[in-house]
């Protein structure tokens, strides 16, 4: 435990479906970070594999708007994991969802979607999607930086033709998303209240609402490959994770690796999964004082 970083929790900064988030302090460094807790992560094959997905996607993505993991840390009892700790680089202020209730400010307004477009375009130019995109779950901070955090209900997609047969695994149930909150943003409101009116809006944005949120996923934009770096490593990487998970390819294939499995052995190949993953940083983090 020489090299051990000790955490201090200071105070819980927000609560999603599955975890608990509380900003903590790095006590060598003076550092904030944010630590996600989820409790009983292996009673639920559906949770395990959230957990499971979001640590292999974040520990891959690397990209200014999006959450970045530092670290993950397990609390075991009686050699099983009870809870998994997520470590994030950056403590972030507030949500889009605040942003929207609280400012009216056009201009960090098209900032905010310019920075979501250009994360979309790594995330989906690697093959993943993110399929929850929404207020609560895009960070920001007064210097208008955002992070897209929550990959628990992320895919990855490869084959021939998955979009044609697997709609919400194409890019297009992001653009749809990003179509809502940029209308939650015009609007000041959810974009489904019954109402569909847009006073003082820019016909230019109107037009780029319309295409965002085309009914015929076909009809949306994409949001480009990125043009900064070679995204085929990236992809190959993330190929392996959903191979492993036995998704996304080939029914023959994904048949031997699932068919004759109980829940209860696909829950214990998960959570080694996690602990062989867990295993590496272990031993480094400690909480100090404070509970979350
Ligand atoms: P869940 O997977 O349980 O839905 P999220 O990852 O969405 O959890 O996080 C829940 C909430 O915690 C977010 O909506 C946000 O308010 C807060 N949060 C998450 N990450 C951070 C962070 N890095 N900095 C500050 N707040 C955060």
Redesign the pocket.
């Known amino acids: 435990y020489g090299e051990a970083n000790l955490y201090e929790i200071q105070e819980v ?9 509380a ?1 903590a302090v790095d006590t060598h460094t003076g550092e904030k970070v ?1 630590i ?1 807790k ?1 409790d009983n992560v292996f009673e639920h094959v559906s949770e395990a594999t ?1 957990i499971l997905r ?1 640590i292999k996607l974040l520990r891959l993505l690397r990209h200014p708007d999006i ?1 970045e993991i530092k670290a993950y840390n397990a609390a075991f009892m009686s050699e099983r994991i009870l809870r998994i700790y997520l470590f ?1 680089f ?6 889009l ?1 605040h942003v929207i209730k609280t400012n009216d400010d056009l201009g960090i307004i098209n900032f905010f979607l310019y920075e979501l477009l250009r994360a979309l375009k790594y995330i989906h130019s690697a093959n993943v999607f993110h399929r929850d995109l929404k207020p ?2 895009i ?1 920001a901070n007064a210097d208008c930086k955002l ?1 897209i ?2 990959f ?1 209900l992320a895919r990855a997609s490869f084959g021939d033709a998955p979009s044609a047969v697997f709609w919400t695994y194409t890019p297009a149930i992001d653009i749809w998303s990003i179509g809502c909150i940029f209308a939650e943003i015009l609007m000041g409101k959810p974009l489904f209240p019954g109402k569909n009116v847009f006073p003082n809006v820019d016909p230019l944005a109107l037009r780029l609402l319309e295409r965002l949120t085309a009914f015929d996923p076909k009809d949306r934009p994409y949001a480009e490959e990125n043009s900064n770096f070679n995204p085929k490593r990236l992809r190959d990487e993330i190929q392996e994770i959903v191979v492993s998970e036995g998704g996304q390819i080939p029914k023959k294939k994904r048949n031997t690796c699932h068919k004759k499995m109980s829940i209860a052995q696909i829950v214990s190949n998960l959570a080694e999964q996690v602990q062989m993953l867990v295993q590496k940083n272990r031993a480094r983090i400690t909480l100090s004082r404070g509970r979350i």
Request: aromatic content about 6%.
């Open positions: 900064v927000g609560k999603g479906s599955y975890g608990v988030v900003a944010a996600k989820i959230r979001e959450a994030f950056e403590l972030m202020e507030t949500d969802h609560k779950n960070l992070k955090c929550d628990g």
